[in-house]
């Protein structure tokens, strides 16, 4: 059983920066590939980023050169530093995992970008 709790959300102007965390309760961190997906109002979930077990990196085209995703596995911590932050950024941010018998999501945290 997987756990994981986001934090680092909020309001934040266009052109700004916020990060995201992600602490998972696992002590199997580094075997796991991480992800974070975003949902915005009246729209599908969607990948924003992933980093895998070896550290490789895919991102979503509306973020790439923006958004950097990270983790520590020492910390069984995953991060999503956001910059140059746009109004359509505003969504849900979800942490994500999975194995062949589950899909585990945190409870999201909340990115609006506003002036």
């Known amino acids: 059983q997987v756990q994981l709790m986001e934090s680092g959300g909020g309001l934040v102007q266009p052109g700004g920066s916020l990060r995201l965390s992600c602490a998972a309760s696992t002590s199997s961190f580094a075997s796991y590939t991480m992800a974070w997906y975003r949902q915005a109002p009246g729209k599908q979930r969607e990948l924003v980023a992933s980093i895998t077990t070896s550290g490789t990196t895919n991102y979503a085209a509306s973020v790439e050169g923006r958004f950097t995703i990270s983790r520590d596995n020492a910390k069984n911590t995953l991060y999503l530093q956001m910059d140059s932050l746009k109004p359509e950024d505003t969504a849900v941010y979800y942490c994500?995992?999975?194995?062949?018998?589950?899909?585990?999501w945190g409870q999201g945290s909340q990115v609006t970008v506003s002036s």
């Open positions: 994500n995992t999975r194995t062949i018998f589950k899909n585990y």
